[in-house]
């Protein structure tokens, strides 16, 4: 591949870039498109998706006057080419790294980034809020939301058409479709076409007609417009769209600049045009052939081979909590046929789609729709099925009023298996799961599971299945597990009861979740320094196993309590019974959890050493709350 990128050199910005002629920018969307293959084979993140919008990411910064224009990209992983267009090339190979760029859009590091996304399905609400607040100011630039069609699966996106139809401000929407099979087929009819309609002299006639229309009686009125949407719709599709109150335009090839860019320009020049809907098909992993052959194993990568798109990943020393997930679960329904397994677009990500290939009927993916998959698995809760949730920490947090509402109320026995809980490194603050502890545990007879390894998690699934009067969450970090031995078969864990991992007599840890391996390395660095100390697993933050609490409160001169989660999570759990209990007065009480504060992208090792979360920190806390002297600086909750 050549790598030579003499016109990118010279484009350091948007408004660099709209000095170059028409004929100029094919040469730099395939120069953009080397540099953005360059920069990820060596950061890793996301490829396929920002590979396909490399000619649309051209033609927009071309066509619209950014950052005065907002231009707004859905979920952001297809940001990259964008942000070495807007002023970061210099910084691009920091991408996802500690102090380095973020791998989605966020105001706080660019101009050029109107809105932080990483969540998706927002882009179109967000745009609305801007383009009225346009309206209301009498200002006259551009509002645009770049979404894809995965992305428009969700109902926050059609709430947002339905809402933007209704006020009939002007805002434009690109759906970039570049999975579904929902278009005709894209050539040179359909390009003119989408010339024709987005034209200037079109949408005045079409508009001419209307008032022309008005002025006749309200049946030959409908008429006119029916007719007028029946035969766009015959030759462009759309109908959906334009029943929305959107102007449809479309199906065009995002791939070729002389099909986009005359259509960007009449819906740029469009007056009182109002909501405007452009369809563009595009491919992802477009001009790189691994990345276009596997769109899934290149949607996020490690740090690659660029001849070979060979990528370098480093051999696992354990199994992966997540596939430990996915095959304990296909194990347990093996034998099982009323479990089943729900995820919202992570069947990957979730280890899903293990328990999919064994039981493809029993395996349902609802798309980008959380809110949608949690009343889903209560509905099928209600006929006796058992239904897991399988959802990242931070996605749950989109479903959660049906959560409270359609599961918890009715106290439907959904299982929630929350993968990514705690820091996960370069997904930075976006996807670090920091609050299903204290947003499940509030919960009246919810049953909250932490798994402090592998084995642990194991246990937790056949625990969940086992649970059939109640709704259930057991949470595990990303990555791999510690390296321990595996159970030949699961185990059905007593609710609401700990372990004791290590006995001492001076300080006890009790750690929930994955810091368990932490807190027993304190307690040698304790050991060491002749303080005796006990380390338990408290398995469950709710039901809290409250003889144990009383047990360490009374035994010991300082609890420390530890977990990978927000105040007001297990620490609250159990500093609430040793206040009613007044076993206060008999420990001195140290919860440790996440700081008051969203962490930036980097390694994990180094976001938990930020959060105060690791073995030195433990025992900082602990030797500073007998009196004694650390080197180690104890956290500071911000």
Not at 163 to 187: C, E, F, K, T, Y
Request: proline content about 5%.
């Amino acid at each position: 591949m050549n790598t030579s990128t003499p016109l990118l050199d010279k484009v350091n910005s948007p408004a660099a870039l709209r000095s170059l002629a028409e004929s100029e920018l094919r040469q730099l969307a395939d120069e953009l498109r080397t540099e953005t293959i360059s920069a990820v084979s060596q950061t890793g993140g996301h490829l396929g998706a920002g590979l396909g919008v490399i000619e649309l990411t051209v033609a927009l910064h071309y066509i619209f006057d950014t950052p005065s224009d907002r231009l707004i990209w859905d979920v952001g992983h297809q940001c990259y080419p964008h942000k070495i267009l807007t002023e970061r090339r210099d910084r691009i190979r920091t991408l996802r790294q500690g102090a380095g760029l973020s791998g989605f859009t966020k105001r706080s590091e660019s101009v050029y980034d109107p809105f932080g996304t990483a969540h998706s399905s927002t882009s179109i609400s967000a745009g609305l809020g801007m383009a009225v607040a346009r309206d209301l100011g009498d200002k006259d630039n551009s509002v645009i939301a770049v979404i894809g069609d995965g992305a428009m699966s969700a109902g926050m996106a059609f709430e947002a058409l339905n809402n933007a139809g209704s006020m009939n401000s002007r805002l434009i929407v690109i759906l970039n479709d570049n999975d579904m099979s929902i278009a005709p087929p894209v050539g040179a009819m359909s390009a003119y076409l989408s010339r024709l309609l987005s034209s200037k002299s079109y949408m005045s006639l079409r508009s001419l007609g209307k008032h022309i229309a008005e002025r006749f009686p309200k049946q030959l009125e409908k008429a006119a417009e029916r007719a007028e949407e029946f035969a766009r719709g015959f030759v462009t599709g759309g109908t959906l769209f334009e029943e929305m109150g959107f102007y449809y335009v479309g199906p065009i090839d995002g791939h070729n600049l002389e099909h986009l860019l005359p259509v960007l320009k009449n819906v740029r020049d469009a007056e009182g045009a109002g909501p405007v809907l452009i369809h563009v098909v595009t491919q992802k992993g477009k001009g790189y052939a691994p990345a276009e052959e596997s769109a899934d194993k290149y949607h996020g990568v490690s740090k690659f081979d660029i001849v070979t798109g060979t990528q370098v990943k480093a051999k696992p020393n354990a199994p992966s909590y997540t596939k430990v997930f996915g095959q304990t679960l296909t194990k347990l329904a093996d034998e099982d046929d009323k479990i089943v397994a729900v995820t919202a677009a992570m069947p990957d990500g979730t280890g899903v789609n293990i328990f999919q290939e064994k039981h493809p009927d029993r395996s349902f993916d609802v798309g980008i729709a959380e809110q949608h998959a949690v009343t889903f698995c209560a509905g099928l809760a209600t006929e006796g099925y058992k239904p897991f949730a399988a959802i990242y920490s931070t996605f749950l947090q989109r479903g959660y009023d049906q959560v409270v509402h359609d599961v918890a109320i009715q106290k439907l026995p959904v299982r929630f298996a929350i993968d990514r809980a705690g820091y996960v490194g370069a997904d930075g603050q976006t996807h670090c799961g920091a609050f299903d502890i204290a947003y499940l545990a509030s919960l009246p007879d919810f049953i909250v599971m932490a798994a402090s390894d592998e084995a642990e998690l194991v246990h937790m699934v056949a625990t969940a299945a086992s649970i059939d009067d109640r709704p259930s969450a057991f949470r595990y970090p990303r990555g791999e597990g510690v390296g321990v031995d595996m159970p030949e078969r699961p185990e059905v864990l007593e609710i609401g009861k700990g372990r004791v991992v290590r006995e001492g007599k001076t300080v006890a840890i009790l750690s929930l979740g994955a810091r368990l391996q932490e807190s027993l390395q304190a307690a040698d660095l304790l050991q060491a320094k002749g303080y005796s100390t006990t380390v338990a697993d408290a398995r469950f933050a709710k039901p809290i196993d409250a003889d144990l609490v009383r047990k360490l409160a009374r035994g010991h001169d300082v609890l420390i309590t530890i977990e990978e989660g927000s105040i007001g999570g297990f620490a609250t759990q159990v500093l609430d019974l040793l206040v009613r209990e007044d076993l206060t007065q008999q420990v001195k009480v140290r919860p440790m959890f996440m700081p008051d504060a969203f962490l930036d992208q980097d390694k994990p090792e180094v976001q938990y050493e930020q959060a105060g979360l690791t073995a030195p920190h433990i025992v900082a806390t602990a030797v500073a709350a007998l009196g004694g002297d650390s080197e180690v600086e104890t956290p500071v909750r911000a």
